[in-house]
């Protein structure tokens, strides 16, 4: 009997020695590491003044360094007093997936913090910063919370504004086809804590924005329709056969018609190419459209 419970004392040894050691292996660095900490892959911000509103807007699109770390709570630096329209991840088909937001003010700036499920983000917000009723000026500046290792920036020229000067200037300017100019400055680096300070100054005496704002249509949301009426034996199948010939002649040019008369509904903020209400993303460069 004792030699039997020192053979189990001795198994039990080594069952613990192996679970000691799995458990020092688990927890090594070169199994295991602890999660880093946030920073920007890239990052998108538009600049835009007087567009669809008297005011600034901007819009910050970016994507986090996909480490493993989401969802995660994430906070940018923002000026005190703006209008945020909305806050979100933004998914690969192009769907914004709002998420509650709080503004959390500081010694002369502000944060803004939400929680962010997935690597890529995008938020719009206005503020007014404009001095000025005829000739105008912005200092506009960006304060990155986390290291961004590809900045680019596009300002947008007011369709009537005059005397457009941005200090320093541009990489590039890019004429739009809708009229629009776009000062772009590409391939910045910003570590945390670092600013970007542009002073943008023009004239413009007509005190209406670029363009009228227009109510955004979700892309991919089917809306709901009344169902059919089915059909009914009592209808001569003459009739059914001349209908559908009359649709088949008359579908196609009616459809053509239909495309070429939708309404423009917004701009791209890249090229400023006109976009449609059904268009995600910019016929022209592929732009993903931005929500309003």
């Given at each position: 009997m004792t030699n039997c419970?020192?053979?189990w004392r001795a198994v039990a040894g080594r069952v613990m020695e192996a679970i000691l050691l799995l458990t020092v292996l688990s927890v090594s660095p070169a199994t295991a590491q602890a999660p880093t900490a946030p920073r920007l892959e890239r990052a998108h911000v538009s600049v835009w003044p007087?567009?669809?509103d008297p005011r600034l807007l901007i819009l910050y699109e970016g994507a986090f360094v996909a480490d493993g770390g989401f969802?995660?709570?994430?906070?940018?630096t923002v000026p005190l007093g703006i209008?945020?329209?909305q806050a979100a991840g933004l998914a690969l088909d192009g769907r914004y997936l709002r998420q509650p937001y709080?503004?959390?003010p500081q010694d002369g700036f502000a944060l803004l913090r939400y929680e962010l499920p997935i690597p890529t983000f995008f938020f719009e917000y206005y503020y007014d910063p404009i001095k000025?009723?005829?000739?105008?000026?912005?200092?506009?500046?960006l304060r990155s919370s986390y290291p961004i290792a590809d900045l680019q920036v596009n300002v947008q020229q007011p369709l009537k504004a005059n005397s457009f000067t941005i200090s320093p200037p541009a990489d590039l300017i890019n004429?739009?086809?809708?009229?629009f100019k776009y000062h772009l400055f590409s391939h910045r680096t910003l570590d945390a804590g670092e600013e970007m300070k542009l002073r943008?100054?023009?004239t413009k005496a007509d005190p209406e924005p670029s363009v009228t704002r227009q109510p955004f249509v979700e892309p991919g949301v089917a809306t709901a329709v009344a169902p059919s009426t089915p059909s009914q034996e009592l209808y001569p199948t003459l009739l059914i056969v001349v209908g559908a010939a009359g649709l088949l002649a008359g579908g196609g040019y009616w459809y053509l018609k239909q495309r070429q008369a939708v309404t423009v509904t917004g701009y791209c903020h890249q090229c400023g190419k006109e976009l449609r209400a059904d268009d995600r993303f910019c016929p022209g460069c592929g732009t993903r459209r931005r929500q309003v």
């Open positions: 419970r020192r053979h007087e567009y669809d969802p995660r709570t994430v906070e940018f209008d945020v329209n709080q503004l959390i000025g009723q005829t000739d105008k000026t912005i200092d506009w500046w004429a739009g086809p809708d009229g943008i100054s023009y």
